[in-house]
């Protein structure tokens, strides 16, 4: 009998030591996601709900304007300037130079920054998010965004039309989402890269008035 009870005894510690670890198992398993949701800043939060709500039209379309925005940048004052030198117009060559001189600061100063505070990619460290495009340099701040938003800003400036200004600024604008879309940088990495490219265009503006002594010719 006393062989008997310790038997049912232990029978029912271990019993209870399977269900207690059972039990823990699919708790965890409930609760994992909503804690790494809680441990996601605000950032990685909107990089994941974009991510969900990728559509494979969009996403080519995302694709697209974030790998051509280099092109882009180059070809705007590369154009300008063509124009200058076919019309042997100063002004126009002045302007020209100002636009690829704004890009040139805007690089510089990202690829500075990006190095000095050397972020990883969310797509690095962000648990569920898969990046759509590419991306090997550190994420702060963003290099497209800035280069993008110098060049809206610098044409803006050198040509101050509403109908240059819009267009200019929806492209640098779709670029800084595409790369937010596609995963590859947090918003506060374009909210900078905005920053420095608009900060880049207005000081360089700054200085060619300086360096000429008087404002563009519109």
């Not at 969900?52 to 996403?59: D, F, I, K, L, V």
């Not at 126009?92 to 510089?108: P, R, V």
Request: charged fraction near 15%; include cysteine.
């Amino acid at each position: 009998m006393k062989v008997a009870f310790k038997t049912s005894k232990k029978t029912k510690t271990v019993s209870y030591i399977f269900k207690s670890i059972l039990f823990t198992a699919v708790c965890f398993c409930y609760l994992q996601p909503p804690a790494i949701a809680q441990k996601l800043n605000f950032d990685q939060r909107m990089l994941i709900n974009m991510m969900e709500n990728r559509t494979p039209g969009t996403t080519r379309l995302m694709q697209g304007i974030s790998d051509n925005t280099q092109l882009v940048s180059v070809l705007i004052p590369a154009t300008v300037v063509a124009a200058g030198l076919i019309d042997n117009n100063k002004t126009t060559l002045k302007k020209g130079l100002y636009l690829a001189e704004s890009a040139a600061a805007a690089t510089f100063i990202s690829y500075g920054m990006k190095y000095s505070f050397k972020r990883s990619r969310p797509f690095m460290v962000t648990p569920g998010l898969t990046a759509a495009g590419s991306g090997s340099s550190p994420s702060f701040p963003s290099g497209h965004t800035s280069v993008a938003f110098a060049s809206a800003t610098s044409l803006t400036l050198a040509y101050p039309k509403w109908y240059v200004a819009v267009p200019a600024y929806t492209w640098a604008a779709s670029v800084g989402y595409s790369r937010m879309y596609l995963g590859v940088h947090y918003p506060s990495d374009v909210l900078a890269g905005a920053v420095i490219g608009a900060g880049s265009a207005w000081l360089m503006y700054k200085a060619n008035k300086w360096l000429f002594k008087k404002k563009p010719n519109h």
